[in-house]
């Protein structure tokens, strides 16, 4: 696992765009699976803001690794915020973008986009593999939409899975961990002084971390694992 901390969103942003330029040299397409919530806003403005940071985004197939179950129009979806962000600004083949549909039955959707990600994907041992998988984390250890109330779900034996989150209530379709280690590469991007406490308890004390946590059990096959975070977020690493 590596981990890399930066001044602020700016810095991890551009290190996170060219390490992704990094992993697509000699690829003609790439399979990337963004994270939602309100840490990748930042990184989307940045690439929408940027293109000359000639990343060839034709070759890339965009998936998420979670979607909220509500209608692709509504404030609360990781697509509307990704469209908004990047895809209205940056030109993207449509059919390159394959979301969640939130607007469905939750465990339909489920098993709609495990059969997606077994036809877009090429496969590692069998399990559908994202050449790169981006997370967030949340400020109680979730990841992708696995809560710590319901960490079970990480082994579930599907791809895709129905989270439900805790406060709210709200269905969300996740990746479960079969499909988050199957990744190629994988990286969280993890931000702010609300996190701190959750990244210094998973990097320092994993095998703790791993009883309570999703994102600790955030482990890739591959071994490659990177964090990027800022600051604040690593604020209570020890040196
Ligand atoms: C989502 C995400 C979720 C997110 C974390 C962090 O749908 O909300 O995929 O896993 O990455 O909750 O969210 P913030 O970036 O908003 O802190």
Redesign the pocket.
Known sequence: MKIRIFENKEELNAAFTDWLKEILVGKETLTLAL??????KSLFDYWAENPEKDIDWKKIKFFW????CVPPTDEQS?YKMTKEHFFDRIPVPESNIFRIYGENPPEEEANRYAEVLKTELRSENGIPSFDVLM?????DG????IFPQEIELWNSPKLCVVGTHPETGQK?VSLSGRAINAARNVAFLVT?EN?AQKVSEIISHPAEAEKKYPAALVQPDSGDLIWFVDKAAASLLSQ
């Open positions: 994270s939602g919530g309100s840490t990748p690794g979670d979607e909220r990781n997370l967030g984390m949340g400020d979730h990841t992708a939409s969300r702010g996190k």
